[in-house]
T-cell receptor, first 115, second 115 residues
Framework: AQTVTQSQPEMSVQEAETVTLSCTYDTSENNYYLFWYKQPPSRQMILVIRQEAYKQQNATENRFSVNFQKAAKSFSLKISDSQLGDTAMYFCAFTRNNAGNMLTFGGGTRLMVKP | GAGVSQTPSNKVTEKGKYVELRCDPISGHTALYWYRQSLGQGPEFLIYFQGTGAADDSGLPNDRFFAVRPEGSVSTLKIQRTERGDSAVYLC?????????????FGEGSWLTVV
């Protein structure tokens, strides 16, 4: 079974600053995918960024980037130039290859961006 | 429709009653997923459909929970003899198919409260 751990229940950052959210996972699989999802108060989970485990290059999406350390089973999310609209819950998620794309989520980190 | 639609948005029911939660996925998406999110936690997988059939129902907590997708589009999650512990947000999601790593699109959830 896979587990995903987010050790920071809450984080805060000043607007325009950079913040890093941590995620570790446990799996015996070699091929898998990792995701970061954002959940604003509307409850709708929105995909922020995706990383394929076989790719060594870290994924980036505009202000969002990841630091994927496969050996350490670590997958942190860096948000640059934080904006007020980034305030939300952030969930790290894992899916193994050829498993129906079912996601295992971490417990979440609540991020508050302060003006 | 443009996105995943879930009804009702909120439901309050008495302990012991029967509840149905509906999900209308993105048109053309063959994979449909149900997750349950308890307060302050990450979503937990319940069941997923590929087409009309339940491909994996290993996350259903007990036999009071059942889901159907008779025509391969709309899905209904059914909960019999509701208990207070069933109170949670039930999230539905869809994807073009169940290939690993495909983007999964979530609805805004149905918030169930059992009193």
């Amino acid at each position: 079974a896979q587990t995903v751990t987010q050790s920071q229940p809450e984080m805060s950052v000043q607007e325009a600053e950079t913040v890093t959210l941590s995620c570790t996972y446990d799996t015996s699989e070699n091929n898998y995918y990792l995701f970061w999802y954002k959940q604003p108060p509307s409850r709708q989970m929105i995909l922020v960024i995706r990383q394929e485990a076989y790719k060594q290059q870290n994924a980036t999406e505009n202000r969002f980037s990841v630091n994927f350390q496969k050996a350490a089973k670590s997958f942190s999310l860096k948000i640059s130039d934080s904006q007020l609209g980034d305030t939300a819950m952030y969930f790290c998620a894992f899916t193994r290859n050829n498993a129906g794309n079912m996601l295992t989520f971490g417990g979440g980190t609540r991020l508050m961006v302060k003006p | 429709g443009a996105g995943v639609s879930q009804t009702p948005s909120n439901k309050v029911t008495e302990k012991g009653k029967y509840v149905e939660l509906r999900c209308d996925p993105i048109s053309g998406h063959t994979a449909l997923y149900w997750y349950r999110q308890s307060l302050g936690q990450g979503p937990e997988f319940l069941i997923y459909f590929q087409g009309t059939g339940a491909a994996d129902d290993s996350g259903l907590p007990n036999d009071r929970f059942f889901a159907v997708r008779p025509e391969g589009s709309v899905s209904t999650l059914k909960i019999q003899r509701t208990e207070r512990g069933d109170s949670a947000v039930y999230l539905c999601a869809s994807s073009s198919d169940s290939s690993s790593g495909n983007t999964i699109y979530f609805g805004e959830g149905s918030w169930l409260t059992v009193v």
